[in-house]
Nanobody, 121 residues
């Protein structure tokens, strides 16, 4: 069974940092791109960042460039999202997702259940 489990969310003040983790199981992790997405109730889901499987290329949404860093540890089947200089507008439920075809920002196959990040002003 494919599982993606997010952790690390919580409440933080603006300007603070959080590190999200996505632990994967049930599939060949090395073959999959892993992405982070976020969603605010009533708004469309937004692609935040993604890391490819083959060459480790990364993608960042303009809104998080320079503040967020994605990394993957294939040995531990884990992807992290280091979030610095957090802003209230970063408040959302953050999901990780996996896709064997790459960073398909609108078509990832497997999804976790999400972790809530709340940034207070």
């Amino acid at each position: 069974e494919v599982q993606l489990v997010e952790s690390g969310g919580g409440l933080v003040q603006a300007g603070g940092s959080l590190r999200l983790s996505c632990a994967a199981s049930g599939f060949t992790f090395d073959d999959y791109a892993i992405g982070w997405f976020r969603q605010v109730p009533g708004k469309e889901r937004e692609a935040v960042s993604c890391v490819s499987s083959s060459d480790g290329r990364t993608y960042y949404a303009d809104s998080v460039k320079g503040r967020f860093t994605i990394s993957r540890d294939n040995a531990k089947k884990t992807v992290h999202l280091q979030m610095n200089s957090l802003k209230p507008e970063d408040t959302a439920v953050y999901y990780c997702a996996a896709e064997i075809l790459g960073c398909l920002l609108h078509g990832m196959e497997h999804w976790g259940k999400g972790t809530l990040v709340t940034v207070s002003s």
